[in-house]
């Protein structure tokens, strides 16, 4: 059984490539059909696969086993087979540093020694996962750490949905095998797509792992409880909506196309106008209630009263909350954190404008695990604060 609430759409029915170097073809992160089509085509009999399929999807996904042998309601035989022709890969903990407020940043490591970082954010609440779906980003936002770092390759599905399974191992999250209630509050009830790179950049391996997030019989969250942070790759937005139907978060963070070509690059390619009215049609096409306009406060740049008011005007119409993030510095950042009281303001005049407008409070700092911060050292060495603000235009 699937999530009720996720849209319906055809998997893609492909064998998948084997990705180990002894030929064996990683499970993690396969949909239903194509664990399925792989199974099949390591010899399970038609007739059976679909029971197969189910078997090992609540192995690896309810109770979080690695282990074929650990499979016991499948025969010896079959586990031998499984373990000759497959694996359970998940990415490896390089390193893991808490925070002073308990947030968690892993670098973890994939296959081909590239390393990618997952933050946990523990909350009164809930408990967010921000997971990566890049080996560094191609986007070279100014303001953010990770546009700093070169974009290497995209992530797998299995690489994605690896960072989920690695958080709840190292959290104690997966139920003792043979419970009866598998509900209990969840440590991880919620994932944002807002780690290293562009998701929209890497749609295909995205819309498969969050199949399997979504999944009613494995990790099971719900598309209302997984977000997904853009910084406006308009041809995919729709797509997006149709296939995914999750949650939307847009980088936005200018009012003006002269200042968001500086920010944010890509909208040389796909300006404010464009994206708003790509925008616009999002909550209906995903049945969402609203979307999530992001905007990093730098002082002097973007935090006038002026912008807030602008702000309010572009998105008119639009069914929006407004996150104002405080900027989180990182070494030779070319910008500086707005003053609190201006912070202030900017958000009294959005919300006297009737949009939700809450200040982020930054988590992680003390670990370089808030927003905008992560990036892997050993893939590019840093910039000086002065070569970065030269591709700015500062």
Same mark, same amino acid.
């Given at each position: 059984?699937?999530?009720?609430?996720?849209?319906?759409?055809?998997?893609?029915?492909?064998?998948?490539? =084997?990705? $180990?170097?002894?030929?064996?073809?990683?499970?993690?992160?396969?949909?239903?059909?194509?664990?399925?089509?792989?199974?099949?085509?390591?010899?399970?009999?038609?007739?059976?696969?679909?029971?197969?399929?189910?078997?090992?999807?609540?192995?690896?996904?309810? +109770?979080?086993?690695?282990? @074929?042998?650990?499979?016991?309601?499948?025969?010896?035989?079959?586990?031998?087979?499984?373990?000759?022709?497959?694996?359970?890969?998940?990415? &490896?903990?390089?390193?893991?540093?808490? $925070?002073?407020?308990?947030?968690?940043?892993?670098?973890? %490591?994939?296959?081909?020694?590239?390393?990618?970082?997952?933050?946990?954010?523990? &909350?009164?609440?809930?408990?967010?996962?921000?997971?990566? $779906?890049? /080996?560094?980003?191609?986007?070279?936002?100014?303001?953010?750490?990770?546009?700093?770092? =070169?974009?290497?390759?995209?992530?797998?599905?299995?690489? *994605?949905?690896?960072?989920?399974?690695?958080?709840?191992?190292?959290?104690?999250?997966?139920?003792?095998?043979?419970?009866?209630?598998?509900?209990?509050?969840?440590?991880?009830?919620?994932?944002?797509?807002?780690?290293?790179?562009?998701? #929209?950049?890497?749609?295909?391996? /995205?819309?498969?792992?969050?199949? /399997?997030?979504?999944?009613?019989?494995?990790?099971?969250?719900?598309?209302?409880? *997984?977000?997904?942070?853009?910084?406006?790759?308009?041809?995919?937005?729709?797509?997006?909506?149709?296939?995914?139907?999750?949650?939307?978060?847009?980088? @936005?963070?200018?009012?003006?196309?002269?200042?968001?070509?500086?920010?944010?690059? *890509?909208? =040389?390619? +796909?300006?404010?106008?464009?994206? #708003?009215?790509?925008? %616009?049609?999002?909550? %209906?096409?995903?049945?969402?209630?609203?979307?999530? @306009?992001?905007?990093?406060?730098?002082?002097?740049?973007?935090?006038?009263?002026?912008?807030? %008011?602008?702000?309010?005007?572009?998105?008119?119409?639009?069914?929006?909350?407004?996150?104002?993030?405080?900027?989180?510095? +990182?070494?030779?950042?070319?910008?500086?954190?707005?003053?609190?009281?201006? *912070?202030?303001?900017?958000? &009294?005049?959005?919300?006297?404008?009737?949009?939700?407008?809450?200040?982020?409070?930054?988590?992680?700092?003390?670990?370089?695990?808030?927003?905008?911060?992560?990036?892997?050292?050993?893939?590019?060495?840093?910039?000086?604060?002065? &070569?970065?603000?030269?591709?700015?235009?500062?």
């Amino acid at each position: 059984m699937t999530d009720a609430s996720a849209p319906i759409t055809q998997d893609v029915l492909t064998i998948p490539r =084997k990705t $180990s170097q002894d030929g064996k073809i990683n499970l993690i992160g396969l949909t239903r059909v194509q664990l399925r089509a792989a199974l099949i085509e390591a010899g399970t009999p038609e007739k059976q696969a679909k029971m197969r399929e189910g078997q090992i999807w609540q192995w690896i996904y309810i +109770w979080g086993v690695r282990d @074929f042998g650990e499979m016991t309601n499948l025969a010896k035989s079959y586990r031998a087979l499984l373990e000759e022709r497959f694996e359970l890969r998940v990415p &490896e903990i390089v390193s893991r540093q808490v $925070s002073e407020d308990g947030t968690r940043k892993y670098l973890l %490591r994939i296959q081909g020694g590239h390393e990618v970082e997952a933050v946990y954010i523990p &909350e009164e609440t809930r408990g967010t996962l921000c997971v990566s $779906s890049q /080996v560094g980003c191609t986007l070279t936002c100014t303001f953010c750490h990770t546009g700093t770092q =070169k974009l290497v390759r995209n992530l797998t599905a299995g690489e *994605i949905v690896g960072q989920l399974l690695v958080a709840r191992d190292d959290l104690g999250e997966w139920p003792e095998k043979g419970a009866t209630n598998t509900a209990a509050a969840r440590l991880v009830s919620n994932v944002v797509l807002m780690g290293m790179g562009e998701p #929209l950049y890497n749609f295909d391996n /995205v819309r498969d792992a969050m199949h /399997v997030v979504m999944d009613g019989e494995g990790l099971s969250l719900s598309r209302r409880r *997984i977000t997904l942070s853009t910084s406006g790759v308009v041809p995919e937005i729709a797509k997006t909506a149709e296939e995914i139907g999750c949650l939307l978060a847009v980088s @936005f963070h200018a009012t003006t196309d002269e200042v968001r070509d500086k920010l944010v690059p *890509i909208n =040389k390619r +796909w300006n404010i106008e464009t994206l #708003l009215n790509t925008l %616009r049609d999002y909550p %209906r096409l995903s049945n969402s209630e609203r979307i999530t @306009f992001e905007y990093v406060m730098l002082k002097g740049v973007n935090d006038s009263d002026e912008d807030a %008011r602008r702000l309010v005007r572009l998105i008119r119409g639009i069914p929006a909350k407004i996150n104002l993030i405080p900027f989180n510095e +990182w070494p030779n950042a070319p910008y500086e954190r707005s003053d609190w009281e201006r *912070i202030e303001a900017f958000s &009294e005049i959005v919300y006297k404008a009737g949009y939700a407008s809450p200040v982020r409070k930054p988590r992680g700092e003390d670990i370089m695990a808030a927003c905008g911060q992560l990036k892997s050292a050993t893939e590019r060495a840093r910039k000086s604060r002065k &070569e970065i603000a030269a591709e700015a235009g500062l």
